[in-house]
């Protein structure tokens, strides 16, 4: 009997703003979002199964995480389940959930200091930032009051 190799599709994911660790982090949190069950993370390889709840069906996805990029490589669990285009479509559904909370995480790295923040993001409190711009508000109001009041 010949065997043929598995369908597999493999993309490059690059880190963008973020550290290795806030990278590793990311796509673990990635998976979980998906909904995909977290199989091994070993070293720097982190294991997925996609899909179906069933272990016999679905795809693998790893991805290993280098220095500069990481690798991922979405493969069909075995012959009996080909679906080459499903391999492509978790590595989109991994990317856009992977960038979704690369955003997130670096909106939330730029929020933590006031001068690190949008234009005029020293004037709207976060839960990070949120003392000074309240007392600059309320010495406003107190101004206006005593102002009109007086």
């Known amino acids: 009997m010949e065997q043929y190799p598995l369908p597999e599709h493999i993309a490059e994911l690059d ?3 973020l550290t290795r660790e806030q990278f590793f ?5 990635a998976g979980r979002e998906l ?10 390889m982190i294991i ?3 899909s179906d709840p069933n272990p016999a069906f679905g795809e693998t996805v790893s991805i290993a995480i280098h220095e500069e990029n990481a690798v991922l490589t979405s493969r069909s669990v075995n012959e009996y389940y080909l679906n080459a285009k499903q391999n492509e479509l978790n590595a989109a559904l991994f990317t856009e959930a992977l ?6 995480v670096t909106a939330e790295e730029r929020n933590r200091h006031p001068h690190t923040r949008e234009k005029y993001g020293a004037l709207i409190p976060s839960k990070t930032y949120m003392v000074t711009p309240i007392l600059m508000y309320l010495n406003i109001l107190i101004f206006f009051l005593i102002r009109l009041y007086s």
């Open 35 to 44: 909904g995909w069950h977290l199989i091994s993370v070993n070293g720097d």
């Open 15 to 17: 880190f963008g703003t």
């Open 25 to 29: 982090t990311a796509i673990i949190n």
């Open 48 to 50: 997925f199964h996609a």
């Open 99 to 104: 960038g979704k909370i690369a955003s997130r």
